[in-house]
């Protein structure tokens, strides 16, 4: 029977200093199975491709590109000397000319060209690596492997049934390491998914191969039940569910790509997150849902720094049209509202601090500005569990630890397997350290 493959992502997180090269080296080499590898950019080169592309100026252009060449020289020197060295200087140069001619005309097409850019050299620096290593292994970049994406940005998923006719990898004679987060869209141009989206083209992979199993490597040990940055002694999580997983995604800082377990979901095909550096961990698995006596909290995700605009909604018949309007305007200056509750007569809207002036500006320039308010900040809660949405045993025990506490919390809309709320931001060690302890999420 053949083997099924396995297929290991590594992010930006994991792919910054030269330390994190040689273990990714040596995790692919310890893997008895075939495997196929996916690359997002190196750490921080996302970044500097849209900065320079949004406030670079155009005699800049050649140092830039410099600057991009040796932060993989640095952490990957053999690249240079390899047999994929002419290939990664002659992707610098095409990313130079790109610039260059999106500073004179600036279009979607070269946008995306450019910003791609970090994934193919980021695939050219690891196949160095590997090779250098002795480990066969071919960069695979998007485009020529049939990675075809329907819609785009935010909006974009992977088109798998595509992907499975189209794929020819070989791979009992060498590792394909795949390009993330972009692919060709219907006219065959190179369109972006969202960020993060790397992670996306793992599990679309898997999907169309059949994997065993996708592995997402990560600097972090695993997956805790409350975010590390709030200093608690919070559970490292074992197992979630897909549907935990996605809900813990959606309201915390960078863990997973939201999108990211649909396509494994009807396959059932595993994913880890696991520590590149840390052997003695595991991880955290996410897979099938897993039956449980009663709804239980298994998380809380958290965003912190947001402010709540609360927005009149005046007499029923205004109240669509109004919201409608809001949303459209916010959508178009791509200001994210992470949360919207609407009640008679007025609505919540949750929009990231940073963004609150600009979303309050834009709302007053409406030609019938509606009558508005932005509330101090808060962050927001989101309690994870399989059911616990429409749990009042659960909703009451969040209540009551917070009427004990006298934490100001306001329920959002939740959905079935998570319950959301807003704290004021000054509140929030003190809530998730009451709450998590009522719950049993601390040590
Ligand atoms: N490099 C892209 C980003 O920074 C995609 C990814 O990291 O998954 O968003
Ligand atoms: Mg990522």
């Known amino acids: 029977m053949k083997e099924s493959a396995e297929v290991h992502k590594f992010g930006g997180s994991c792919l910054v200093r030269r330390e994190d090269l040689i273990a990714i080296v040596r995790r692919v080499a310890d893997s008895t199975s075939q495997q196929v590898l996916v690359v997002s950019a190196f750490h921080g080169v996302t970044d500097r491709l849209l900065n320079q592309l949004d406030c670079g100026e155009a005699a800049n252009i050649d140092a830039f590109t410099a600057a991009i060449e040796l932060t993989h020289l640095e952490a990957a020197p053999e690249t240079a000397s390899g047999p994929w060295g002419a290939r990664f200087k002659q992707t610098l140069s095409t990313l130079n000319s790109h ?8 279009s979607d097409s070269t946008r995306a060209q450019v910003l791609s850019s970090g994934e193919r050299l980021s695939s ?18 998007s485009e020529e492997i049939g990675i075809h994406i329907e819609g785009s940005g935010e909006d974009g998923v992977i088109d798998v049934d595509r992907l499975r006719d189209d794929l020819t990898f070989d791979l009992e004679s060498f590792i394909p390491v795949v390009t993330g987060w972009y692919g060709l869209s219907e006219s065959g141009d190179i369109t972006l998914l969202g960020r993060g989206g790397s992670d996306l083209t793992a599990t ?20 805790l039940s409350l975010s590390p940055r709030w200093s608690l002694p919070s559970r490292n999580l074992s197992y979630l569910s897909y549907t935990e997983a996605v809900e813990l995604a959606l309201f915390s800082e960078p863990m997973l790509h939201p999108g990211a377990v649909e396509p494994l979901r009807s396959l059932g095909i595993p994913l880890r997150l696991r520590p590149l550096h840390d052997d003695c961990m595991d991880g955290t698995r996410i897979g099938p849902s897993v039956l449980t006596l009663s709804p239980r909290v298994r998380a809380v995700g958290s965003l912190p720094r947001l402010r709540p605009l609360r927005i009149e909604l005046g007499a029923a018949g205004s109240v669509a049209p109004t919201l409608a309007q809001v949303s459209e305007t916010l959508g178009k200056a791509r200001i994210s509202v992470w949360s919207l509750r609407a009640s008679p007569g007025e609505a919540l809207l949750l929009v990231s601090e940073h963004a609150s002036a600009h979303a309050a500006r834009l709302l007053s320039a409406l030609p019938q500005p509606p009558q508005y308010e ?4 808060v962050t927001l809660l989101s309690f994870v ?55 049993d999420l601390l040590i």
Do not use: F
């Open 99 to 106: 610039l260059r001619s999106h500073s004179d005309t600036p």
């Open 385 to 439: 569990g399989e059911g616990v949405g429409e749990d009042a045993e659960v909703r009451e025990s969040i209540r009551s630890a917070a009427d004990a506490s006298d934490l100001d919390l306001v329920r959002l809309e939740s959905s079935e397997h998570a319950l959301r709320y807003t704290v004021a931001s000054e509140q929030t060690e003190q809530a998730l350290e009451r709450l998590a302890r009522r719950l």
């Open 374 to 377: 932005v509330l101090p900040p």
């Open 204 to 223: 679309s992979l898997a999907a169309a191969l059949d994997a065993r199993e996708v592995t997402i490597w990560r600097d972090v040990p695993g997956v």
């Open 124 to 141: 050219l620096a690891v196949c160095s690596m590997l090779e250098d290593s002795g480990i066969r292994c071919h960069p695979a970049w």
